[in-house]
């Protein structure tokens, strides 16, 4: 089982409409998690960290946290062609503070 | 501030040769990290560094080497370049070890190419 695990997609929304990334992670210790968006040839940049359970909100993003399920989701809403990119979902395991990345889903806003 | 800085951009190797990716941060931060990223898939860790004289291995450390003299720089060291070592490479960098408040700043990354 891969450590974080993330549908490479692509995912194809309308603009407007709410995107949904998923991220399951096989650590249980695991203690905060983090959404970074990267557009094309471009270098990651941090969007959204959480650590406790239930959801976090800033602007148009919002993350949810289920350690019970080890679950962790972003949320955009009201997407815009802008936020096209391969979103990657990032956990620092409990025993040790490096990050790990999944693969990335690629997100795609259609006008 | 120009935070982390990447030289050079792009390269292309011959097998065989060897090459140094350079690393720089002017943000005081004492965690250093590099990254590397294949098509489509996320992104590895190759070496880290807690400070200056301090490095450790990472996921995929083989067929690198670092070196942490300074606070500022980390650069890292190819010997041997095989086709397998093309990717992108990102170096990082954070205040404090990786946490909730301590978020990694990526530099723009060097596309390597080993041919």
């Known amino acids: 089982q891969k450590e974080v695990e993330q549908n490479s997609g692509p995912l194809s929304v309308p603009e407007g409409a709410i995107a949904s990334l998923n991220c399951t992670y096989s650590?249980?210790?695991?203690?905060?998690f983090f959404w970074y968006r990267q557009y094309s040839g471009k270098s990651p940049e941090l969007i959204m960290s959480?650590?406790?359970?239930g959801d976090k909100e800033d602007g148009r993003f919002t993350a949810q946290l289920n350690k019970a399920s080890q679950y962790v989701s972003l949320l955009i809403r009201d997407s815009q062609p802008s936020d096209s990119a391969t979103y990657l979902c990032?956990?620092?395991?409990?025993?040790?503070?490096?990050?790990?990345f999944g693969k990335g889903t690629k997100l795609s806003v259609k006008p | 501030n120009a935070g982390v800085t990447q030289t050079p951009k792009f390269r292309i190797l011959k097998i065989g040769q060897s090459m140094t990716l350079q690393c720089t941060q002017d943000?005081?931060?004492?965690?250093m990290y590099w990254y590397r990223q294949d098509p489509g898939m996320g992104l590895k860790l190759i070496y880290y560094?807690?400070?200056?004289?301090?490095?450790d291995k990472g996921e995929v450390p083989n067929g690198y080497n670092v070196s942490r003299s300074t606070t500022e720089d980390f650069p890292l060291r190819l010997e041997l370049a095989a086709p397998s070592q093309t990717s992108v490479y990102f170096c990082?960098?954070?205040?404090?070890?990786?946490?909730?408040?301590?978020?990694?700043?990526f530099g723009n990354g060097t596309r390597l190419t080993v041919t």
């Open positions: 990082a960098s954070s205040l404090q070890e990786s946490s909730y408040n301590s978020p990694l700043h």
């Open positions: 650590d249980r210790g695991s203690q905060s």
């Open positions: 959480i650590y406790s359970n």
């Open positions: 990032a956990v620092i395991r409990g025993s040790q503070g490096n990050l790990i």
């Open positions: 943000m005081n931060h004492n965690y």
């Open positions: 560094s807690v400070g200056a004289g301090i490095t």
